[in-house]
């Protein structure tokens, strides 16, 4: 697999073969293309979630311009951009230094994005800090790098049981449907 630079992402978005909406040539850096946080937060509440009963898997959704994740607090988001790839870019989606360094992580495992994938991407933010970070719509949050692959037989897009494919707002987990 080889790694986009700055003149492949442009030139792969001026084709149409990633799509990214709305798009800002702006948020192209050296190897990845800078993503913005929308207003769609999720948050679980109740007890404790019991794979095994989906009822404990759904969350309460907020609209906000800004929003403050606790101290050691789990946050369901995210990004403002939705993401079209074809059948041979996959991508991945990574925070910002700037923003790690406050204790922000982006993604907990599910940074994956499958080529054919279509959709925003539900960030998986963790506050690892000793104090609440308040975060705003809008702002830069995270990056996504894509890769060149061979392309597949079946894209995201057309395998049964895509669960996330075509996802808007912050997405609670469909480990049931698996």
């Not at 080889?2 to 909406?21: A, C, H, M, P, S």
């Amino acid at each position: 697999m080889t790694v986009l630079v700055d003149w492949q992402i442009e030139k792969e978005i001026e084709r149409g073969n990633i799509k990214i909406t709305p798009f800002e040539r702006d948020n192209i850096q050296p190897n990845s293309l800078d993503v913005r946080l929308s207003n769609s937060f999720g948050t679980y509440e109740g007890g404790a979630i019991d794979v095994a009963d989906p009822k404990t898997f759904e969350i309460q959704s907020i609209k906000a311009s800004s929003i403050t994740i606790p101290a050691r607090g789990f946050l369901l988001a995210e990004t403002k951009e939705k993401v079209t790839l074809p059948p041979n870019i996959v991508a991945t989606i990574e925070g910002k230094s700037s923003l790690a360094r406050l204790g922000l992580s982006l993604h907990q495992t599910g940074g994956w994005i499958d080529a054919g994938f279509s959709g925003t991407i539900t960030l998986e933010l963790f506050n690892a800090n000793s104090v609440p970070i308040k975060l705003y719509a809008g702002m830069k949050i995270g990056q996504l790098v894509f890769e060149k692959t061979e392309k597949c037989h079946t894209p995201y897009n057309k395998k049964e049981g895509a669960k996330y494919n075509n996802q808007e707002g912050a997405t609670p987990s469909r480990y049931r449907l698996d």
